[in-house]
């Protein structure tokens, strides 16, 4: 039969790690930095993983059927995943999406024939958006309100949907578990939905409790505002710590972390852009942050010798439109 793979969800998971040699040589660390790099994934980001995970559980459950429309709000990986999942599969997808993230976001749910709703055209988000600023949880409630009364959909919800946690203690956890032999000593990852840093580090935890886990989200300057209308963010990164309760995402275990930092967008991008120079590969900007903490961790005397993995959400070819590796 060969090595013939017959769909893309065969595609999903099993990325690799890349010890990051010249990044270390050049930022002069005695620690061991290692990348996970989740854009091997079919659809370059980690979102695969749960897209097809949310897909796969929702039809063994019966809950998503032929010919429902599948739905999901989000800013872009997580819809990116799961436009191609239904594509192969053969179900409709809408996604619903901020109306300023990259271009390149809608034009690739556009070429696997999803459709794209700007929240700003939707009346019950926009008025949202409106009270409460644009709260992702707030959003998805209001877009629960705006398709009540349709048939056939299906939302797959990635912030409360447990099948995105679970997906990262079955797959990734145990992929970065075995890949360094046990030996991880240290994993850092961003936070959006929460479900990569809590699936990860439940697992890791699960067999070795030593291992730290370390989240990273936003400084509070690098979200667009009236004083900073230019300002790039940390796309797919929010904040959790030092915020309103409502604001954190169910599918983000606060118990699973042991300390947490803040990156600003601009210490983001140099450490990607470094990392590029010195190991020739291109990451997206949430890679950037967990590499900016990751590297602190690096320089601290306690954490000489040991192994820490950060992981490395998706590509930097997906932030081609901003400035992350705009000519110098
Ligand atoms: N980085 C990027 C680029 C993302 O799209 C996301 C997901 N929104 C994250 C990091 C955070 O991952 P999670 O939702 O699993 O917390």
Redesign the pocket.
């Known amino acids: 039969m060969g090595n013939i793979n017959q769909s893309i969800a065969e595609l999903v998971g099993r990325t690799p790690l890349l010890q990051l040699n010249g990044y270390i040589r050049s930022q002069k660390l005695e620690a061991e930095v290692i990348g996970k790099l989740e854009y091997f994934n079919p659809n370059q980001?980690?979102?695969d993983r749960?897209a097809l995970a949310m897909i796969e559980e929702a039809e063994e459950s019966g809950e998503l059927k032929k010919g429902d429309t599948i739905i999901e709000l989000?800013?872009?990986?997580?819809g990116i995943g799961l436009a191609a999942i239904a594509a192969s599969k053969g179900y409709p997808f809408r996604i619903y999406i901020q109306d300023q993230v990259s271009k390149e976001r809608f034009q690739v749910i556009h070429a696997f024939g999803g459709e794209t709703v700007k929240l700003s055209e939707v009346p019950e988000i926009a008025e949202s958006m409106e009270k409460y600023g644009p709260d992702f949880i707030e959003c998805v409630k209001a877009l629960e309100r705006a398709v009540k009364d349709e048939k056939n959909i299906w939302f797959a919800d990635?912030?409360r949907n447990t099948a995105?946690p679970n997906i990262?203690f079955k797959t990734t956890g145990p992929e970065i578990w075995q890949d360094t032999d046990g030996g991880v000593d240290i994993f850092v990852?961003?936070?959006?939905?929460?479900?990569?840093?809590s699936g990860v580090g439940n697992y890791l935890k699960s067999k070795n409790p030593d291992i730290k886990i370390v989240a990273v989200q936003p400084t509070e300057d690098s979200f667009q505002s009236p004083e900073r209308p230019e300002q790039e963010e940390?796309?797919?990164?929010?904040p959790f710590e030092n915020v309103e309760e409502r604001f954190i995402?169910a599918?983000?275990d606060r118990k699973v972390y042991d300390e947490w930092y803040e990156v600003h967008t601009d210490q983001a991008y140099e450490a990607a852009r470094e990392l590029a120079r010195k190991d020739g590969i291109l990451v997206?900007?949430?890679?950037g942050a967990a590499l900016y903490v990751a590297t602190l961790l690096a320089k601290k005397p306690e954490n000489k010798g040991k192994k820490i993995v950060a992981l490395f959400?998706?590509t930097g070819l997906?932030y081609l439109s901003t400035h992350l590796y705009e000519a110098e």
Not at 189 to 197: A, I, P
Not at 284 to 287: E, L, R, T
């Open positions: 980001s980690v979102k749960i989000t800013s872009g990986n997580t990635q912030s995105n990262h990852g961003c936070v959006g939905t929460g479900g990569t840093l940390i796309t797919g990164v929010h995402p599918n983000l997206g900007v949430s890679s959400p998706d997906r």
